[in-house]
């Protein structure tokens, strides 16, 4: 089975914390993919970042750090020095070799000034 | 900017009445999706297409019916909207690029059906 699980629903910080999203992902398949992705109050989808199944490297981004663990299945993503506009819901997503993207329930960062 | 647009961007119908929103693309990607978005499900997928007359059912499929005539446009068709498909809806893309598999999404629809 596939499955992506994001535990938190709702994670509220204040501004300047840092925060961290878990996921966690099911999958059978030894090639995938993992995906972060961003949805700001304004509702458009944004894409944050790609991993392959062969890559465990972290990787950062300015305040934006993803680590990939396949001992644990677990891809998280951490927002360094949190601001409000970091505020949004963030889905983790797996593809699979079904050509499918499946998203975990997501998981709403309020940020408070 | 994945050149997405999605028509109608909101829409209020009746419970009974057929309804079909459109999907546009400018960059002739062969790969297209429809998904709702419902709170604590996510993003689920419909329908999906891998070309022109070529379309396969996704994880919630039943009451919806799909078409792609020509390479830039998906229509999703409820045939009978129902209240339970008051919902957000999302048209995707994935681009051709070898090993890319992210898909990017339209500004979405929000349809209300009551």
């Known amino acids: 089975a596939q499955k992506v699980t994001q535990a938190q629903t709702e994670i509220s910080v204040v501004e300047k914390e840092d925060v961290t999203l878990d996921c966690v992902y099911e999958?059978?398949?030894?090639?995938?993919?993992l995906f972060w992705y961003k949805q700001p109050p304004s509702g458009e989808l944004v894409f944050l970042i790609r991993?392959?199944?062969?890559?465990?490297q972290n990787e950062i981004s300015g305040r934006y750090s993803w680590n990939f663990q396949k001992s644990t299945s677990s891809f998280n993503f951490t927002i360094t020095a949190s601001q409000v506009v970091d505020s949004a819901v963030y889905f983790c997503?797996?593809?699979?070799?079904?050509?499918?993207?499946?998203f975990g329930q997501g998981t709403e960062l309020s940020v408070k000034p | 900017d994945a050149g997405i647009t999605q028509s109608p961007r909101h829409k209020v119908t009746e419970t009974g009445t057929p309804v079909t929103l459109r999907c546009h693309q400018t960059?002739?990607?062969?790969?297209m999706y429809w998904y709702r978005q419902d709170p604590g499900h996510g993003l689920r997928l419909i329908h999906y297409?891998?070309?022109?007359?070529?379309?396969d059912k996704g994880e919630v499929s039943d009451g919806y019916s799909v078409s792609r005539s020509k390479t830039e446009d998906f229509l999703l068709t409820l045939e009978s909207a129902t209240s339970s498909q008051t919902s957000v809806y999302f048209c995707?893309?994935?681009?051709?690029?070898?090993?890319?598999?992210?898909?990017?999404f339209g500004p979405g629809t929000r349809l209300t059906v009551t």
């Open positions: 997503a797996l593809y699979n070799q079904g050509g499918k993207l499946i």
């Open positions: 999958t059978r398949d030894t090639t995938y993919y």
């Open positions: 991993r392959n199944s062969f890559d465990e």
């Open positions: 297409s891998y070309g022109v007359k070529d379309t």
């Open positions: 995707a893309i994935r681009p051709k690029t070898t090993g890319s598999y992210e898909q990017y």
């Open positions: 960059e002739n990607h062969r790969y």
